[in-house]
């Protein structure tokens, strides 16, 4: 075989419930995860060694060295099998990078299916995940896709049925947020505020709106407990939540650990609309639209 591609999708957390921290640094958590179609490509060739490249949007801002989730994922992999990892890794990004849309737990997702056919390793989806756990709490989201409760760390997930397809507007904004500084912050503000973590719960109005593709009420059911915390680190967001909500999206929160916005449109011509709108605005570096949910990763 000379080369295999992988199609992963970006995510964006419809619910995302933080409980209390965990000794071993990590919040239990209940997140709705929903798969969007904003991509990146990766292709895994032959190769004497391991090598990675990245190119496409802000490509300059992911780690290319052992840092890189992919070459991780594809190193622990191959260490799995017991083969060497001599495998070129080229990743084409489009899913924002350190932009709460687990780009980084894509790539590495689309790593473990490339390499596992490019090896004819054979792994199952089970044992893909579990490696895929190992590096990165949404790893194991991405390989399945879908929408899908998490727990635990948000790595043990259940798929949800959906009705139909929703439509979204993302506002990227420039640069990133770091996830665990992000995560420390929301610690700090519940410790000010002398809040009491239960633990978290799944919503049943998002899951019964998303049984019956009722996308008024998945809109005002969306939450995120990461979005104060989000918010604090990056004050500009606020703005931009509040300019999507008056030009009418449905919904509008915080995707994950941000900066990128989230905004639920009624229909592929209102997200159209919202995007263009939101651009007027000036409240973002830049639109994309996209819809959801979509298949993890795959083959191409
Ligand atoms: O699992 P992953 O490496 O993607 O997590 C990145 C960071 O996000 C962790 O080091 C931790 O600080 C934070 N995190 C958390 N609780 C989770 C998932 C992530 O605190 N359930």
Redesign the pocket.
Same mark, same amino acid.
């Given at each position: 075989m000379t080369a295999v591609s992988v199609r992963v999708p970006a995510k964006v957390n419809l619910q995302l419930s933080v409980g209390p921290?965990r000794d071993d &640094? =990590?919040?239990?958590?209940v997140s709705v995860f929903h798969a969007v179609s904003l991509f990146d490509e990766l292709t895994a060739t032959p190769a004497d060694d391991l090598f990675v490249r990245v190119e496409g949007t802000s490509a300059e801002e992911v780690p290319a060295d052992d840092d890189n989730l992919a070459a991780r994922a594809a190193r622990l992999l191959a260490e799995r099998i017991g083969v060497r990892p001599a495998v070129r890794l080229r990743i084409h990004k489009a899913i924002p990078v350190a932009g709460g849309m687990a780009g980084g +737990?894509a790539d590495a997702a689309a790593a473990l299916v490339a390499c596992d056919r490019l090896w004819g390793a054979g792994l199952t989806a089970a044992e893909l995940a579990e490696l895929g756990a190992a590096i &990165? +709490?949404?790893v194991p989201f991405a390989l399945l896709g879908g929408t899908a409760i998490g727990v635990g760390? &948000?790595e043990r997930l259940t798929p949800v049925p959906v009705d139909g397809r929703f439509h979204w507007v993302f506002a990227l904004a420039d640069g990133g947020l770091s996830?665990?500084a992000v =995560?420390?912050e929301c610690d700090r503000l519940r410790e000010r505020h002398g809040e009491k973590v239960r633990p978290p719960e799944a919503s049943d109005r998002l899951i019964d709106a998303l049984a019956t593709g009722d996308v008024k009420e998945l809109g005002s059911a969306l939450t995120n407990d990461l979005q104060p915390a989000a918010l604090a680190l990056r004050p500009s967001l606020r703005r931009t939540l509040t300019v999507g909500r008056e030009l009418g999206a449905l919904g509008a929160l915080v995707s994950g650990s941000g900066p990128t916005c989230a905004f639920l449109a009624e229909s592929d011509a209102h997200a159209l609309d919202l995007a263009a709108a939101l651009s007027d605005a000036g409240v973002a570096r830049s639109t994309v639209r996209a819809y959801g949910p979509v298949p993890g990763a795959i083959v191409v």
């Open positions: 921290l &640094g =990590y919040h239990d958590l +737990s &990165g +709490s949404d760390r &948000g996830t665990p =995560y420390a």
